[in-house]
């Protein structure tokens, strides 16, 4: 760590300031997930204050120990992320119906953040090269409701071949030193050495390469860190410029803990020339008839209305993916829009990404719980009949936290890998 504050001496004038608050307890946040609530509605709605972030509008600083403890989380009503790293998404800009990649995309606050400007409208591919990374990047995708995102997994090289000139808007969230995470991570301080440093910007360069190739003419990119290393922030920047003259740096900022309420982040904002817009073949594998004619029937009880939308068989499953979807042929796709449900022996049965991606006011069928009861379904037990018969959208409060089947009891269907302890 003497290296490391060494060189932090030398990058501020007001390193005094910086060392004392290394000492601090770390900023914390919360993001409203506008695709399900308003920022103001949420607001109401939590039992703890909330104080705005003034770089993301949906964004608020919390002092709750865990603000993750609350049944709107878990029905997807908010995300929990550090606010400084609410900074980078907005310089996108990114609108409904564009095609947008948010390439280093675990756990997924960017990526969702990207998602609630789209309005469900558009393609969004978020993409996590390791594995168990991947699926935790899922389990946030679903949990926040989005519909319109391809969620892969695969090598930054392997994309840039498939989607070159594809995107008009791209998030490289690069993994880095972590140096703005000291307060936070143990591990960032423990890791910490100048050769790590050294790795991280070439290996971000490496990435940053396949991005720009990937980025249609006219198109934006963003490139992002949590660390104050001038190697992977500034020094990049001056390498993607010189390496590539058709970009332009449009505009970055670094956010330091003690003079902005973050734990520390960068992000630079670059806008390439005019230029062509590559075209993808469309995805061909239309839903098989007999999957289809099973949704058919259980959508007209469990929906009051049709969700916009194709309809594909994705592996054993039905899913609902934008119009205008590339075919999957030869990714690793561990989820394309949302995954309606699969054939259970002639019957359907419906994912729990449905009770949590539909629209709340689409859903026909609801079994409201009440708090105590709410803990009860998030531990995987067995409840009390609410009356109903069949498949039911459970909810506390009207907002969707997954599925049960009524009958003589509220059979439960909360996925096994969520259930609290």
């Given at each position: 760590m003497?290296?490391?504050?060494?060189?932090?001496?030398?990058?501020?004038?007001?390193?005094e300031?910086?060392?004392?608050?290394l000492?601090?307890?770390?900023y914390?946040?919360?993001?409203?997930?506008t695709l399900?609530?308003?920022a103001q509605?949420?607001?109401?709605?939590?039992?703890?204050?909330l104080?705005?972030?003034p770089?993301e509008?949906?964004?608020?600083?919390?002092?709750q120990?865990?603000?993750?403890?609350?049944?709107?989380?878990?029905?997807?009503?908010?995300y929990?992320?550090?606010?400084?790293?609410?900074?980078?998404a907005?310089?996108?800009?990114?609108r409904?119906?564009e095609?947008?990649?948010?390439?280093?995309?675990?756990?997924?606050?960017k990526?969702?953040?990207?998602?609630?400007?789209?309005q469900?409208?558009?393609?969004?591919?978020l993409?996590e090269k390791?594995?168990?990374?991947a699926r935790?990047?899922?389990q946030?995708?679903e949990?926040?409701g989005?519909?319109?995102?391809?969620?892969?997994?695969?090598d930054?090289?392997a994309?840039?071949?498939?989607?070159a000139g594809?995107?008009?808007k791209?998030?490289?969230?690069?993994?880095c030193s972590?140096?703005?995470?000291?307060?936070?991570?143990?591990?960032?301080?423990?890791?910490?050495?100048?050769?790590?440093?050294?790795?991280?910007?070439?290996?971000?360069?490496?990435?940053?390469?396949?991005?720009?190739?990937?980025?249609?003419?006219?198109?934006?990119l963003?490139?992002?860190?949590c660390?104050?290393?001038?190697?992977?922030?500034?020094?990049?920047?001056?390498?993607l410029?010189?390496e590539?003259?058709?970009l332009?740096?449009?505009?970055?900022?670094?956010?330091?803990?003690h003079?902005?309420?973050?734990?520390?982040?960068f992000?630079?904002?670059?806008?390439?020339?005019?230029g062509e817009?590559?075209?993808l073949?469309?995805?061909?594998?239309?839903?098989?008839?007999?999957?289809?004619?099973?949704?058919k029937?259980?959508s007209?009880?469990?929906?009051?209305?049709?969700?916009?939308?194709?309809?594909?068989?994705?592996?054993?499953?039905?899913?609902?993916v934008?119009e205008?979807?590339?075919?999957?042929?030869?990714?690793?796709?561990?989820?394309?829009g949302?995954?309606l449900?699969?054939?259970a022996?002639g019957r359907?049965?419906?994912?729990?990404?449905?009770?949590?991606?539909?629209?709340?006011?689409?859903?026909?069928?609801k079994?409201?719980?009440?708090?105590?009861?709410?803990q009860?379904?998030?531990?995987?037990?067995?409840?009390?009949?609410?009356?109903?018969?069949?498949?039911?959208?459970?909810?506390y409060?009207g907002?969707p936290?997954?599925l049960?089947?009524?009958?003589v009891?509220?059979?439960?269907?909360?996925p096994?890998?969520?259930?609290?302890?």
């Open positions: 003497n290296e490391y504050l060494r060189r932090m001496r030398l990058q501020l004038p007001d390193f300031k910086y060392e004392q608050c000492s601090q307890p770390p914390k946040g919360i993001r409203a997930n399900k609530i308003g509605e949420l607001k109401k709605l939590l039992p703890f204050a104080d705005g972030v770089w509008s949906d964004g608020f600083y919390v002092t120990e865990k603000p993750g403890k609350t049944p709107y989380h878990d029905a997807g009503l908010y929990v992320q550090e606010p400084s790293a609410m900074c980078a907005p310089l996108l800009d990114v409904p119906g095609r947008v990649l948010d390439l280093c995309s675990a756990p997924g606050g990526g969702t953040q990207l998602a609630q400007k789209m469900g409208q558009g393609i969004l591919v993409n390791i594995p168990d990374r935790i990047l899922l946030n995708v949990r926040m989005v519909a319109n995102a391809v969620v892969t997994c695969a930054p090289e994309l840039a071949q498939r989607f594809y995107f008009d791209i998030l490289v969230d690069a993994p972590g140096e703005g995470m000291l307060r936070k991570e143990a591990a960032a301080a423990e890791n910490w050495s100048v050769q790590n440093v050294e790795m991280c910007a070439a290996r971000q360069k490496k990435i940053l390469a396949c991005a720009v190739k990937m980025l249609a003419g006219g198109g934006k963003v490139y992002s860190t660390t104050f290393s001038e190697e992977e922030d500034e020094r990049n920047v001056e390498w410029l010189h590539f003259p058709f332009k740096l449009e505009e970055s900022r670094k956010i330091y803990p003079r902005e309420r973050g734990e520390g982040h992000a630079a904002l670059f806008s390439r020339d005019e817009r590559a075209r073949r469309p995805a061909a594998a239309a839903a098989e008839k007999r999957l289809q004619t099973l949704w029937d259980f007209a009880a469990f929906l009051k209305q049709t969700l916009p939308g194709r309809l594909i068989s994705f592996g054993k499953g039905l899913s609902l934008p205008e979807l590339f075919t999957l042929d030869g990714l690793k796709v561990l989820r394309a949302l995954l449900g699969e054939d022996g359907f049965e419906p994912a729990h990404a449905l009770a949590l991606g539909a629209p709340r006011d689409a859903l026909a069928s079994a409201e719980l009440s708090e105590e009861e709410v009860r379904y998030l531990r995987g037990e067995e409840l009390p009949s609410k009356g109903g018969k069949g498949w039911c959208a459970v909810c409060n907002y936290l997954g049960a089947k009524d009958g009891a509220l059979k439960n269907h909360y096994k890998g969520l259930r609290i302890k």
